[in-house]
Structure formats: C-alpha cells, structure tokens
C-alpha cells in the first residue's frame, strides 16, 4: 500500500501530540531505530520498549527513535518520519511469534535486504531482542546480523560501544560482527550454519569462527539499577493514560505451558525503587499500571497497595491469580476507573488444573468474582486454552459450566446495581513453546481443535451477556511452527509477508511442516533453540511429559 507524504505527516503529528515524553534528537553520533513489528497501540503498551528507548536516550553519543508496523508509518520513524535505511542500527523488540512477517514488511518498506548475506556495507546493522528472541531466534536467524539473549539494558549498550569503537577504526563489517560476537549474550547467527541430516533433522550448529554454543543469556543482576516504566505516557494503549512500572521477573509458579516461568529468572524491585518511580510520575498521571507475572508474589505486595492507596493513586495489574485477589487491589482498580477484572483460570476442569500447574479451582474463581462484584467491578474478561495435552471433550465442557456459574454471579449481583456486566471469553489453542515442561507436546489436530471450539460456542450460546472469541487454529498452527522452527521456517514468514495466507505458506511449505508441529519425531540430533540456554530452563523442566 503506497502513502503519501501528507499521510505520514498527518499521522506523525496526530501519535506525537498526544504524547507526553517523547524524546526528539536531532543530531548524534549514532542513530538507531527501535522497531515494534506490531500496531503503536500494542508496541507502546510494552515496557521494553519505553525502556531500551530511554537507555539509548540518555547517551550524549546516540539518539533513539521509534516505528512501528502499521501504515503510513512502516518503514520510517516516528520521531524525524526518516527511512529505516537512515539509522545506523535498527533494532527490532519481537514480543510475538505471529508478528515475523511484521519484521519482514518494516524492511522491505525501507527498501532493505531482507538476509544479512545480502547486505553491504552501506547498510544499518539489523538486530533482534524480545522474548521470542531469547526463547528460539533460529527462524528469523538469517534476516538478524545480531540476536540479542537475554535481557537488553546492558547488552544493548555494550553493542552501541563496539559500533562507535568499530567506526573510530573504520573496521568493515565483518571484523564488527566478530566484535560483536564476544559480547556477552551476542548470538550473531551468520556465525553459525546449520548441518541436516538425509532426513532433514537438525544435527548441529558448525561455526565459522567464534565461540561454540549454546549462548548464554545476559541477565540484570539487578534491577533496581534499570528502571523499567513508562516513559512516554499516552491514551492511544491498552493501559490508557498510565503510568506502569515493572515489580518484577520470572514466574515461581511453573505452569507446564508458560514460557515466562522457564525462561526468565525470578527476581522483583525494592520497594524503594518502586516508590521513588511512582513519585517522580505523579505530574505525568494519577493512575499506576502494576507490570508483574503474579501481584501476589511480591514480597511488599501489601506495603505497596498501601502506598499507592495513600498517595490517592488508582490502579490496575497486569496479572493476577484468581487467588490473590484483595479488597485492596480491587479498591485500587476502582479508583483507576478499572471496569473489568482480568483472570487466566485457562482450564474449566480439576484434571486439567493439576496437569498443568495451574491449580486454580473453580471455588477461586467463583470467590474472586463474588468480591469483584462487591466492589462494582462488573466486567469479566476470562483467558482459557483448548488442544492441552490430556484433554478430551468433557474439560472443554467444564468450561462452559464455569462461564454459567460466573454469569449467574453476575446476574444476581445486577439485581443491587442496577446494570449487569458483560463476560469476555478469550480462548487460545495451546502452542507449545521452548524450554518449558512441554516443549515437545503435539500441536493439537486442527480438526481436534475446531471440534473443541464447536462444543464452547454451542455452550456459550446458551449462557447471556457472553462474547467468547477463539483464536484461529490456523494461526496456532503457524505460531507453533515459528515457536519452535529452524532457520528453514523462514520460508514461512516471506510468503505471509508477501501477502499470502497461514493457510497458502503451510501448504505451500508441504509436509516438513509436521517436524515443528510434533517435536517428539525428531529423534536424534538438536532443537534450534539449543542454540541459547537460558537461565531458568533446567530448573524444572521434564522430559516428556
């Protein structure tokens, strides 16, 4: 889609007036693009990108802008509207397996070589970081002159140090790419070349020159030393308006399918920390977004509730546990105009509760709602999963038996209030991802999946004031084959950003399809994402159960 200059100018000027703390530099040393192969809504809902924006900022010697992947934008900054072709690094934050294409499209926009092979020098360096990133990078290994594993405060800052060093000696790109090579948690993958089997099974990794692998991830050893919070505030984001503030990392809980509790190391802020940033933002907004993999397992929970209630500061979470929830969080919510209480009970069965880890029962949601309700918090958006190893069709109708008794919550609760509230079902196909307990589980059969997606709508049919939105198992499929694929995938994300559908690239990419569907068949040799070993992966991680 061609746009015109006025398109661009017009939105630039609509996304940065509504803006406050946007950062323009004109002149630097260094420039780099900070790219969020998403939509401004989702990329600016991510601290990461408020936090790498505001490291690179601080340096005299760099300045940092910002585009995302949405028309007339993709391919240009926000901040100048200059073509990514113009900055020295570009530097991709890839949060979702289904946004790969997105990468491809931002570099063909700036009329970029997609492969690092072919590249020149007159180049911008193309790098990667982002949860996707540090869980398997081989799929878009080959478009990425560096992978950043693990967590970027640091590294980012030591790659900027070896480019400016690299141009002071006027080292060509090579030498550079071996430079950057030696940072620590610096996969460059051009480094490397995949060996296949006959069969087509991954055997290795050879490299070409460097160390061997896998990598080992950079982790921030402490985070009170890097804030991670909103730096540029604005309504057009998930957490309209809010200022939100990381309490910590990782996840204790270790449910079987979730990638955060295996690949990221458990560490929370200082409340001091905590406090100190919520100050400094009060002139920015009054209500505070709390950024944590479960609210309950911060150690100064209580204490900074206490905080936030005192200073007159409504709030909202992240993530909460059906069990943890408290009159206080929930007064905080009301006070930050929150409407709608966010769970994940993702199973509607006891079997599937103790399978996966999750161990949230039906009487804690039921209770959580109850107190939601007295609270005149009267919206309910609800996450579960469908296609879980060990399911069969009467979990998936335990589903629906749990949406009927939170109905009923909320229709008896109505009759006080006066309005009755609305329950959102959002349903996903389970996509086993790297590095969890269930990292070699079959993607579920596609017609296994719509069966199941037939029994929740024929259930939810009958149960009032209920929207139930169902991903495609089609877009699993391909999730699935992104989460955990080799560099051969990549064939994958070229067609879907050349315009064709999930459904066209799969066919098109035939039957090999299924060596990233079941991990279980591949046998001997590596997964690709042994190329990195990240920090929590053998803390508890089963072989195949």
Same mark, same amino acid.
């Given at each position: 889609?061609?746009?015109?200059?006025?398109?661009?100018?017009?939105?630039?000027?609509?996304?940065?007036?509504?803006?406050?703390?946007?950062?323009? =530099?004109?002149? $630097?040393?260094?420039?780099?693009?900070?790219?969020?192969?998403?939509?401004?809504?989702?990329?600016?809902?991510?601290?990461?990108?408020?936090?790498?924006?505001?490291?690179?900022?601080?340096? =005299?010697?760099?300045?940092?802008?910002?585009?995302?992947?949405?028309?007339?934008?993709?391919?240009?900054?926000?901040?100048?509207?200059?073509?990514?072709?113009?900055?020295?690094?570009?530097?991709?934050?890839?949060?979702?397996?289904?946004?790969?294409?997105?990468?491809?499209?931002?570099?063909?926009?700036?009329?970029?070589?997609?492969?690092?092979?072919?590249?020149?020098?007159?180049?911008?360096?193309?790098?990667?970081?982002?949860?996707?990133?540090? #869980?398997?990078?081989?799929?878009?290994?080959?478009?990425?002159?560096?992978?950043?594993?693990?967590?970027?405060?640091?590294?980012?800052?030591?790659?900027?140090? !070896?480019?400016?060093?690299?141009?002071?000696?006027?080292?060509?790109?090579?030498?550079?790419?071996h430079n950057l090579s030696?940072?620590?948690?610096?996969?460059?993958?051009?480094?490397?070349?995949?060996?296949?089997?006959?069969?087509g099974t991954l055997m290795?990794?050879?490299?070409?020159?460097?160390?061997?692998?896998?990598?080992?991830?950079?982790?921030?050893?402490?985070?009170?030393?890097?804030?991670?919070?909103?730096?540029?505030?604005?309504?057009?984001?998930?957490?309209?308006?809010?200022?939100?503030?990381?309490?910590?990392?990782?996840?204790?809980?270790?449910?079987?399918?979730?990638?955060?509790?295996?690949?990221?190391?458990?560490?929370?802020?200082?409340?001091?920390?905590?406090?100190?940033?919520?100050?400094?933002?009060?002139?920015?907004?009054?209500?505070?977004?709390?950024?944590?993999?479960?609210?309950?397992?911060?150690?100064?929970?209580?204490?900074?509730?206490?905080?936030?209630?005192?200073?007159?500061?409504?709030?909202?979470? #992240?993530?909460?546990?059906?069990?943890?929830?408290?009159?206080?969080?929930?007064?905080?919510?009301?006070?930050?105009?929150?409407?709608?209480?966010?769970?994940?009970?993702?199973?509607?069965?006891?079997?599937?509760?103790?399978?996966?880890? =999750?161990?949230?029962?039906?009487?804690?949601?039921?209770? $959580?709602?109850?107190?939601?309700?007295?609270?005149?918090?009267?919206?309910?958006?609800?996450?579960?999963?469908?296609?879980?190893?060990?399911?069969?069709?009467?979990?998936?109708?335990?589903?629906?038996?749990?949406?009927?008794?939170?109905?009923?919550?909320?229709?008896?609760?109505?009759?006080?209030?006066?309005?009755?509230?609305?329950? !959102?079902?959002?349903?996903?196909?389970?996509?086993?991802?790297?590095?969890?307990?269930?990292?070699?589980?079959?993607?579920?059969?596609?017609?296994?999946?719509?069966?199941?997606?037939?029994?929740?709508?024929?259930?939810?049919?009958?149960?009032?004031?209920?929207?139930?939105?169902?991903?495609?198992?089609?877009?699993?499929?391909?999730?699935?084959?992104?989460a955990r694929g080799d560099?051969?995938?990549?064939?994958?994300?070229?067609?879907?950003?050349?315009?064709?559908?999930?459904?066209?690239?799969?066919?098109?990419?035939?039957?090999?399809?299924?060596?990233?569907?079941?991990?279980?068949?591949?046998?001997?040799?590596?997964?690709?994402?042994?190329?990195?070993?990240?920090?929590?992966?053998?803390?508890?991680?089963?072989?195949?159960?």
């Amino acid at each position: 889609m061609k746009t015109s200059a006025h398109d661009l100018e017009r939105y630039r000027k609509a996304r940065l007036s509504n803006e406050n703390g946007a950062i323009i =530099k004109r002149t $630097a040393p260094l420039r780099v693009c900070l790219v969020f192969p998403n939509t401004y809504h989702t990329g600016m809902s991510n601290l990461a990108v408020h936090t790498l924006y505001s490291i690179l900022n601080a340096r =005299k010697d760099c300045s940092c802008e910002r585009s995302f992947c949405e028309e007339p934008l993709i391919g240009r900054s926000l901040e100048t509207g200059a073509p990514l072709g113009d900055f020295d690094i570009i530097a991709f934050s890839v949060s979702f397996e289904l946004d790969y294409p997105n990468v491809l499209k931002a570099l063909r926009a700036a009329r970029i070589p997609l492969r690092t092979c072919d590249r020149n020098e007159l180049h911008p360096l193309v790098i990667a970081g982002g949860p996707c990133i540090f #869980s398997n990078p081989e799929p878009l290994a080959d478009y990425f002159d560096l992978c950043a594993i693990g967590e970027g405060e640091e590294l980012i800052l030591e790659v900027v140090d !070896t480019v400016l060093d690299a141009r002071k000696y006027r080292l060509r790109k090579e030498p550079l790419l071996h430079n950057l090579s030696r940072i620590p948690g610096a996969y460059v993958p051009s480094l490397f070349s995949p060996v296949y089997s006959d069969d087509g099974t991954l055997m290795r990794m050879e490299a070409r020159r460097g160390d061997g692998l896998p990598i080992a991830p950079r982790i921030v050893a402490d985070l009170d030393k890097h804030p991670c919070s909103s730096v540029i505030i604005t309504r057009e984001t998930e957490f309209a308006g809010m200022f939100l503030v990381e309490l910590g990392r990782g996840c204790r809980r270790g449910c079987k399918y979730c990638s955060a509790c295996y690949t990221y190391l458990r560490r929370v802020r200082s409340l001091d920390s905590l406090t100190t940033q919520i100050r400094a933002a009060r002139p920015l907004s009054n209500r505070i977004g709390l950024v944590t993999s479960d609210l309950a397992d911060y150690p100064h929970r209580k204490e900074l509730l206490d905080f936030l209630l005192q200073m007159g500061l409504g709030f909202s979470v #992240s993530s909460v546990r059906a069990d943890s929830i408290t009159d206080d969080l929930l007064e905080g919510m009301k006070a930050a105009s929150q409407r709608t209480l966010t769970l994940a009970p993702e199973v509607g069965s006891e079997k599937l509760a103790a399978l996966t880890g =999750k161990n949230i029962t039906a009487e804690m949601l039921l209770a $959580a709602a109850d107190m939601a309700l007295r609270h005149h918090i009267i919206h309910f958006r609800l996450y579960f999963i469908i296609g879980l190893p060990g399911e069969e069709d009467n979990d998936v109708e335990a589903i629906t038996a749990l949406v009927s008794k939170v109905q009923r919550k909320m229709q008896q609760a109505a009759k006080g209030l006066g309005k009755v509230g609305s329950l !959102t079902l959002s349903v996903n196909p389970f996509v086993p991802k790297p590095f969890t307990p269930w990292q070699y589980a079959p993607f579920a059969d596609t017609s296994v999946l719509s069966k199941r997606a037939a029994i929740l709508r024929r259930g939810v049919t009958r149960v009032p004031n209920t929207r139930l939105i169902i991903e495609s198992p089609r877009m699993a499929k391909l999730q699935c084959a992104f989460a955990r694929g080799d560099r051969r995938v990549a064939f994958l994300a070229e067609r879907v950003a050349e315009g064709d559908s999930a459904a066209e690239a799969m066919r098109g990419f035939g039957d090999r399809i299924k060596r990233y569907l079941d991990a279980r068949t591949e046998g001997a040799g590596m997964r690709p994402w042994n190329t990195i070993k990240p920090p929590a992966a053998h803390r508890r991680v089963a072989t195949n159960d």
